[in-house]
């Protein structure tokens, strides 16, 4: 079955910057709606970021002006850019897409990774 891997989490200093990074398991696949969702340590998982097939993108209010979402169509990747980190961005970090499509049929939906680990910390 088609996966969604995500890369790029670590360590960051506050104020710092990450980036981090969506793809599929095989690149024959495209998606539509591409997703970021993040979990803090005994919270619930929150919604970060949110791109679409065309490049629409939207944010959470508590990321707006510091995280910029962008795609890459050429390899199916999604990316989350964190800038101006703070402590209370440490988390789980998911990718989310709603499709995942293969030839143009949909393959997959609701599809999520496995998270990448991201901690903010001095």
């Known amino acids: 079955q088609v996966q969604l891997l995500e890369s790029g989490g670590g360590l960051v200093q506050p104020g710092g910057s990450l980036r981090l990074s969506c793809t599929t398991s095989g690149s024959t696949f495209a998606t539509r709606n591409m997703d970021w969702y993040r979990q803090a340590p005994g919270k619930q998982r929150e919604w970060v970021a949110t791109?679409?097939?065309?490049?629409?993108?939207s944010y959470g209010d508590a990321v707006k002006g510091r995280f910029t979402i962008s795609r890459d169509e050429s390899n199916n990747t999604a990316f989350l850019r964190i800038d101006s980190a703070k402590p209370e961005d440490t988390g789980d970090y998911f990718c989310h897409a709603d499709e995942i499509l293969y030839g143009g049929s949909v393959v997959r939906t609701n599809a999520w990774g496995k998270g990448t680990r991201v901690t903010v910390q001095s």
């Open positions: 791109i679409t097939r065309s490049g629409a993108t």
